[in-house]
């Protein structure tokens, strides 16, 4: 599965910006989708995840109440709401898919074998 993430820019803290993630090729296998996030000099960390049939949703203790991830099956597009942003959340943020259907594994970068490009997000203070 290829994926393409977009929607990454500058924006003042308190601020919102919405993250976009096209798939395609092979989606069908797909159990879960997320986002994770990497910050320079940092490793990356997750951030939140859906799963792909049922479409639960898993996040973060640190954007619980403010992320939100959805999907649009139609489009087998992913999108990640940032509200309230913090100077702190500034990152590049990765999507990713997982063939996976361990619950327990799923905020873990080896769960997941298709990767985005990574789109920035910088929040300023």
């Known amino acids: 599965v290829q994926l393409q993430a977009f929607g990454g820019g500058l924006v003042q803290a308190g601020g919102s910006l919405r993250l976009s993630c096209a798939a395609s090729?092979?989606?069908?296998?797909?159990?879960?989708m997320a986002w994770f996030r990497q910050a320079p000099g940092k490793e990356r960390d997750f951030v939140a995840a859906?799963?792909?049939?049922?479409?639960?949703?898993y996040y973060a203790e640190s954007v619980k109440g403010r992320f939100t991830i959805s999907r649009d099956s139609a489009k087998n597009t992913v999108f990640l709401q940032m509200n309230s942003l913090k100077p702190e959340d500034t990152a590049a943020y990765y999507c990713?898919?997982?063939?996976?259907?361990?619950?327990?594994?799923?905020?873990?970068?080896?769960?997941?074998?298709?990767w985005g490009q990574g789109t920035e997000v910088t929040v300023s203070s």
């Open positions: 090729g092979g989606t069908s296998n797909n159990r879960f």
């Open positions: 990713a898919a997982s063939r996976s259907a361990i619950l327990s594994s799923i905020r873990t970068v080896r769960a997941y074998h298709s």
């Open positions: 859906i799963r792909v049939i049922g479409s639960n949703t």
